[in-house]
């Protein structure tokens, strides 16, 4: 099994910036990506970003590339999500998600794709 713990959210202004981590914890945790999903009240979850966790390949929405930045720390077996600019639609409970299967970028973009999961922070930015 394996755990999955985030942190770093807050109440931010419109243009400021905050961190997220996703520290990842369990028996032998190995995992092919991690991504950052977030839901909105009324809102269905989106995807946010992704990284394949030895490659380091990165994958974003369009809403939030060039302003939030996705990363990993092997040796922590955390992820973190810069987010910078941020906007007042980034508003949300951000989650955290771990895959031990091998996707497409596309299907990384997938709710479905993930099978463990933080149980999400809040991010709240006012104007």
């Known amino acids: 099994q394996v755990q999955l713990v985030e942190s770093g959210g807050g109440l931010v202004q419109a243009g400021g910036s905050l961190t997220l981590s996703c520290a990842a914890s369990g028996r032998t945790f190995s995992s092919a990506a991690m991504g950052w999903f977030r839901q909105a009240p009324g809102k269905e979850r989106e995807f946010v970003a992704a990284?394949?966790?030895?490659?380091?390949?990165?994958y974003y929405a369009d809403s939030v590339k060039g302003r939030f930045t996705i990363s990993r720390d092997n040796a922590k077996n955390t992820v973190y999500l810069q987010m910078n600019s941020l906007k007042l639609e980034d508003t949300a409970v951000y989650y955290c998600a771990a895959t031990q299967r091998i996707y497409t970028s596309d299907l990384l973009r997938r709710p479905d794709a993930y099978n463990y999961w933080g149980q999400g922070t809040q991010v709240t930015v006012s104007s």
């Open positions: 990284i394949r966790w030895s490659a380091g390949s990165t």
